[in-house]
């Protein structure tokens, strides 16, 4: 199934450093989310993005809608432990008869060493 | 805690089996998703369903099929279960508007085809 191109597939950094992955697409979306999934969990919503070149911040979460409307990238900064698990991008069309359906990255994996 | 909940956790059933799997979502969306997540890999869209109707379908073959019911609950039914089959199936539940059309999700069912 389609998917988008999320990197890197896996981090392993040290408590306190900041952290950048980002997702590409060969198709345009207008509307960007970053979900984040724990083991056994499904995946929580961080940050959507609702306008190309906007840049929206949740906490130490700030997260790019592309001007080109195909890539959009996710920061963490001062990473802590709990920041721990796997952080996908999902493209999404909305309004004029899309369903709004996600169409998910591969996911990156997160490993925070204290 | 999104208020989207889903049973069961977990279930194992045999290659050729039916299974249906029940999701119940935040009061008053209208609309229910649902993915299958292979492991390692991002969850790919099965279908949608909106006030009750089907919405929109990913790349799934017709044994797989839902129902949405009034009181915000929903299932997902699987007939002649493959192996393949195996994966963690979420649902998703948002209400459709125009322009903002968040998903929140549930825990998922993990279901394992022998």
């Known amino acids: 199934g389609q998917q988008l191109n999320q990197s890197p597939q896996s981090m392993f950094i040290q408590e306190g450093e900041d952290v950048s992955m980002n997702c590409t697409s060969s198709?345009?979306?207008?509307?960007w989310l970053w979900y984040k999934q724990d083991p056994g969990e499904g995946p929580v919503l961080l940050i959507a993005?609702?306008?190309?070149?906007e840049l929206t911040s949740n906490g130490r979460l700030t997260a790019q809608f592309g001007i080109t409307r195909k890539d959009s990238f996710l920061n963490i900064s001062a990473s802590i432990p709990s920041d721990v698990g796997i952080y996908f991008c999902?493209?999404?069309?909305?309004?004029?008869?899309?369903?709004?359906?996600?169409?998910f990255g591969q996911g990156t994996t997160l490993q925070v060493k204290p | 805690e999104t208020g989207v909940t889903q049973s069961p956790t977990h279930l194992i059933k045999t290659r050729g089996q039916q299974v249906t799997l029940r999701c119940s979502s935040q009061?008053?969306?209208?609309?229910v998703s649902w993915y299958q997540q292979a492991l390692g890999q991002g969850p790919q869209f099965i279908f949608q369903?909106?006030?009750?109707?089907?919405?929109g379908r990913g790349n799934f073959p017709p044994r797989f099929s839902g129902l949405q019911f009034p009181n915000y609950s929903s299932e997902l039914n699987v007939n002649a279960l493959e192996l393949d089959d195996s994966a963690l199936y979420l649902c998703?539940?948002?209400?459709?508007?125009?322009?903002?059309?968040?998903?929140?999700f549930g825990p998922g069912t993990r279901l394992t085809v022998l």
């Open positions: 999902a493209g999404q069309l909305v309004g004029s008869g899309n369903t709004g359906k996600l169409i």
């Open positions: 998703a539940s948002t209400f459709l508007s125009g322009s903002v059309n968040e998903q929140f």
């Open positions: 993005l609702y306008k190309a070149g």
């Open positions: 009061s008053g969306h209208n609309t």
């Open positions: 369903y909106y006030r009750e109707e089907e919405n």
């Open positions: 198709s345009i979306f207008n509307t």
